[in-house]
């Protein structure tokens, strides 16, 4: 038990500073604890995992009861229901708060610390992790009612920017067992993380290079149904075309993620959204969709389209 009293010999100011670290601590414990009890996500502003437009378009059926979520499972023992949600493989939990999960491929694994559930269907448990959409730039775009993402079970993805492997391990479990996920990282450091992310996931093929250069992976990786790029590079747009060129079939898809200043710091960032849009209108690469993905990233948008 953490102690609320300060030593008798430190200042009246700074036991004061001392008890409002204190505050600040119980109130983020409070916030983590809250979040996820009955099986939501709370965002800082009061919403559950809903963001803007987070329901949108959600089949109303019934899915499966959940039991305890037991270590590492969503807190409380409390009933929920799994929802499909419109984009094939994602899914919501109906709880206290509604949170986006992802059915998990590896049963038992957390890939970030993030919360599971098992739910039962009929006579079989299935397990679903939390996919939080303030550390994920496609999740962000899911719940703030993306159209297409043109990633579902079965799909070939290149994830150009994998990092540690937080929104691959989701886009593996969308993908599922017949699907593939070729995940290209330049950071050795994130690289090992990304490796121990897929020596438990087989549809994930890691590949620690430099995505500026696509002929040195060229042998490991075969044509894809889709692009998703969050590498926030000022050339990430020639980068996308540059595998585009080289993997992506005619007629296939790209979901990228911008984010302003990381490509002009000085310009606003509607202008830099739509200087992007023209260069990928000069690679062969149609823009279908553009949104921000406000409340989740400031100065970020996604925009899809398809390759011809």
Partial sequence: ???KRCPANVPVKDRNASLCD???QVLELSLVHGCFSGGGFQSPDGGGFRGRGGGRGTPRGRGGRGGRGGRGGFGGGKKVLIEPHRHEGV???RGKEDALVTKNMVVGESVYGEKRISVEEGETKIEYRAWNPFR???AAAILGGVDQIHIKPGAKVMYLGAASGTTVSHVSDIVGPEGLVYAVEFSHRSGRDLLNVAKKRTNIIPIIEDARHPHKY???VGMVDVIFADVAQPDQTRIVALNAH???KNGGHFVISIKAN???STAAPEAVFASEVKKMSAENMKPQEQLTLEPYERDH????GIYR
Avoid at 301 to 304: E, N, S
């Fill in 1 to 3: 038990m953490i102690s």
């Fill in 22 to 24: 204190l505050l600040i």
């Fill in 91 to 93: 899914f919501i939990c």
């Fill in 136 to 138: 994920s730039k496609l």
């Fill in 218 to 220: 060229r042998m490991l």
């Fill in 246 to 248: 080289n993997f992506l």
């Fill in 262 to 264: 990381c490509i002009d």
């Fill in 301 to 304: 948008a996604v925009v899809v």
